[in-house]
Each structure stands twice: as C-alpha cells, then as structure tokens.
C-alpha cells in the first residue's frame, strides 16, 4: 500500500516536471521561484505603503505576493501564472496563507495591468522587450516596475540593490515608468 502511493506520487513529481518543461517551450520562462529573502528585499526596495495596486507577472508560487499582503495589508495583490502546475502550486499557497490575493492562470501579456501602481518581475531578458512595449502602452505615469536579476534593455533604472543569491550578489532593478530609453 505503502509503495503503491510512493509510486503514485513520483509519478506525478515526474508528470509536473514534465508538464513545466512543456510549457517552457512555449513560454520560454522556467519556474525558478524566487527565495523568500529575496521577496522581503524586493518589497521593501519598492517602499510600498499599502494602498497600492500590486501585479507579479509570472507569479509562480505566489510567494512574492503572498509577503507583499502580509507587509501591507491595504494593497490589492495580483498575480499571474502560465504554468498549470506552478499555478496549482501558487494558488494552494494562496489559499493557505487566508490572504486576499488575485492570483490567476493565464498569460500576462494579455491581461490589463493599467491599474498597476506596481510590478514585480524574474523573468527572462527575451521577455523583458516585448513587456516594456506592454508597459509602454498600458501604465500610468510613475509606475514602479522591480526586476529581480534581469534588467530593461535600453531602459535607465532610477534605482538598484544588491541581495544575496545563491553564489554572491545579484541585482534587483527599479524602474518607474515611463523608462526613459538609454
């Protein structure tokens, strides 16, 4: 009986990891959550103060916005998953943490983030291009946008910070928007 549920459960550990590399053909972003250290830096370097509209595109766990609620209360969080695994895993998170958060499946790209008064992003720099057009297009003057490790290309940041990753430093960038091109 034992075995029989041990072999069940690698099964679908291994279904996952399949279901997620397909969909990283598709999407060319990989799950690769961002630690929890990370998240605290990441919401503190954006200086939120708990009125604010606050999207995580490419949302994966919901972990971001899960520490995001937690730190300020009167935020409406948002987020969005393309994966179905790390959606289901982000939003048993959501459920777990008894936060209001928005966190749905679906592809950012075609989501109205006008509302925004803030994005978090770790996403990869071919997605980086076709998202700055987005924002372009989409926000508000004054905007924040936080990147974990990637930045805007020709985009000037008005601010970094270092953090501890797994083998030395990495950068969070923050841009407001409109970014100026370099």
């Not at 989409?138 to 290309?153: A, M, Q």
Request: one cysteine or more; proline letters at 4%; hydrophobic letters at 45%.
């Amino acid at each position: 009986m034992l075995l029989d549920i041990l072999v069940g459960l690698l099964v679908l550990l291994v279904g996952a990891i399949a279901m997620t590399g397909v969909f990283y053909c598709f999407t060319m972003v990989p799950y690769v959550p961002t630690s929890s250290k990370v998240s605290r830096q990441m919401v503190d370097f954006a200086g939120l103060k708990g009125g604010e509209t606050v999207y995580d595109l490419g949302a994966g766990d919901a972990r971001l916005l899960i520490e995001a609620k937690r730190v300020h209360r009167g935020i409406t969080a948002k987020g969005y998953e393309i994966s179905p695994v790390v959606y289901l895993l982000g939003l048993y998170h959501v459920r777990r943490s008894k936060l209001p958060i928005h966190f749905s499946f679906g592809n950012f790209f075609h989501r109205d983030v006008s509302d925004a008064d803030c994005i978090f992003l770790y996403l990869m720099p071919e997605v980086m291009g076709k998202l700055a057009e987005k924002f372009d297009r989409e926000l508000k003057p004054g905007t924040k946008v936080i990147s974990n490790v990637f930045r805007f290309k020709d985009r000037s940041p008005v601010g970094t910070r270092e953090v501890e990753w797994i083998s030395g430093k990495r950068k969070l960038w923050m841009y407001e928007w409109p970014a100026k091109s370099s």
